[in-house]
């Protein structure tokens, strides 16, 4: 965003200060990006917890699903035939 100065000059608000801050701003700054590493920190080891869980329980899916599998070809011995003959063998 372009402003206007009082003395007529235009300046560009967008751009950053290159005046190092005051000291209470360089406190508050450095603050908070202390806190944002923090958060970062964090947010990172929620989302390794969160990947790992995702992979335990497709696992656990995976092992309900081949026990359902067997259980239903014990309980209906022609159906697990069918689908046998019908399943085409990988190459």
Known sequence: MTQQTTTGQRTDSHHADPRPPADDTRKAL????????RDEHAGMEQL???VEQQSSTREAL???????QVLEDLL??????S??????PPP
Do not use: F, M, T, Y
């Open 48 to 50: 390794r917890r969160l």
């Open 30 to 37: 450095s603050e908070r990006l202390d806190q944002l590493k």
């Open 62 to 68: 995976l092992r309900i699903s081949g026990a359902i």
């Open 83 to 88: 689908r046998r003959a019908n399943s085409v």
């Open 76 to 81: 209906h011995p022609a159906d697990a035939e």
